[in-house]
């Protein structure tokens, strides 16, 4: 199989959707335009409103980015300089960025093997050692949701309570997922998201949100996204940012979010299609039972990752690693980190994992061509390493 052999596929394809939700968007973008209210408009309101009804939260508050909601987060806290948040090694930058940009310490946390988010007993254990040491007081943890999927908040929860620290669900690939029946968004007491557009709730740009029951949490929030406002705009009663969600980005969002359980169920088929095509041929990703995935990222293992990344190339396949160097091996958290093997897990799976083409408007016949090239690529890949 040759690239010329099949039309260009897609690792996420927004055009398609485009296509496919073309007049709700046009629409929703021309009202803006002649409403002509373009930051803080009545589409950010309304968009609010309708994210915290699907995320089962009492209040949801916009901001420019998943990053700002995270850093936006902390800021409400109090959190600098003195204080430890544990986040995990494996994710994404912004993570343990937004910590750092306060002058708070990331503690670096490993994975689970199964589901690779965040591990109860090794978070116990980072936390217990850094209360010992004395030289940072622990104040939060940062949960990440990776590929769709929740973490074990039943399970954090009590342990982040038990040493009174706050329990962030950073649900940037996880918002419209649940688990135990609950929806995502109601499973911490903080919940941050992202729109950036390959989320499966995606904008046109940039954007995001946080979630809470607590209303006075979410007044410090919005007094945050607008420069530290009090009850005037030039009553500053805060350190804040300029975090506001444009609302042409709300516009949009307010279309998708209407489309967005039935794109869900459509990822769900495209997971399944690969699970029935991939068996026995690489590992599959990890499911926790209880939780319904978004399936951001349908993530594999397999031993020989990088050549089986380039075979796929050239068979036309593109791919992604998410994510390459786990965040405590990064240069720029040397002081941060404890070093290779340190969080073996993370390190493991960072060497491992690769990501497919996934997208609602995938069809089954395109997802059987990927599946047939990841078969075709792992035989020859395994086949040159035994002739070596």
Request: a negative charge; proline letters at 6%; hydrophobic letters at 45%.
């Amino acid at each position: 199989m040759s690239a010329v052999d099949h039309d260009p596929i897609a690792f996420i394809d927004l055009g398609a959707q485009y296509r496919r939700l073309r007049q709700d968007i046009d629409s929703a973008i021309e009202g803006v335009l002649e409403d002509g209210r373009f930051v803080m408009g009545p589409a950010v309101a309304g968009l609010e409103t309708a994210l915290a009804a699907r995320a089962g939260a009492a209040t949801a508050v916009t901001c420019a980015s998943g990053t700002d909601a995270l850093l936006i987060a902390l800021m409400a806290e109090g959190i600098g300089p003195g204080d430890a948040v544990f986040v995990p090694g494996f994710t994404f930058p912004a993570t343990a960025g937004v910590v750092a940009l306060l002058g708070a310490a990331p503690v670096f946390v490993d994975v689970e093997d199964a589901s690779c988010l965040m591990g109860a007993n090794d978070l116990a254990a980072r936390v217990a050692r850094t209360a010992a040491e004395g030289r940072l007081v622990p104040k939060a943890v940062i949960a990440v949701d990776l590929f769709g999927q929740a973490a074990d908040y039943e399970t954090l929860a009590p342990l982040a309570a038990e040493h009174g620290m706050l329990l962030i669900d950073d649900a940037a690939q996880s918002f419209g997922g649940a688990s135990g029946g609950r929806p995502v968004g109601a499973l911490a007491p903080v919940t941050t998201t992202s729109f950036y557009p390959a989320k499966p709730l995606g904008c046109y740009g940039d954007g995001g949100a946080l979630f809470t029951d607590d209303e006075a949490r979410a007044a410090r929030w919005r007094s945050i996204r607008e420069h530290g406002a009090g009850a005037g705009k030039y009553d500053i009663v805060r350190i804040g940012l300029n975090s506001r969600m444009d609302t042409l980005q709300a516009a949009i969002l307010q279309v998708k979010l209407a489309a967005f359980d039935a794109e869900i169920e459509a990822r769900e088929r495209v997971a399944g299609w690969y699970d029935s095509a991939l068996a026995g041929v690489v590992e599959l990703p990890g499911r926790l039972p209880g939780r319904r995935s978004t399936w951001a990222q349908y993530t594999i293992r397999l031993p020989r990752r990088d050549a089986v990344q380039t075979a796929l190339a050239e068979r036309g396949v593109p791919t992604a690693v998410h994510y390459p160097v786990p965040m405590h091996l990064q240069p720029a958290y040397d002081a941060a980190g404890s070093g290779p093997g340190s969080l073996p897990v993370s390190e493991r799976l960072s060497r491992q994992v690769l990501s497919l083409p996934m997208h609602p408007d995938l069809d089954e016949a395109t997802a059987g061509r990927i599946a047939a090239a990841v078969r075709d690529a792992v035989r020859d890949v395994m086949r040159d390493a035994a002739g070596a």
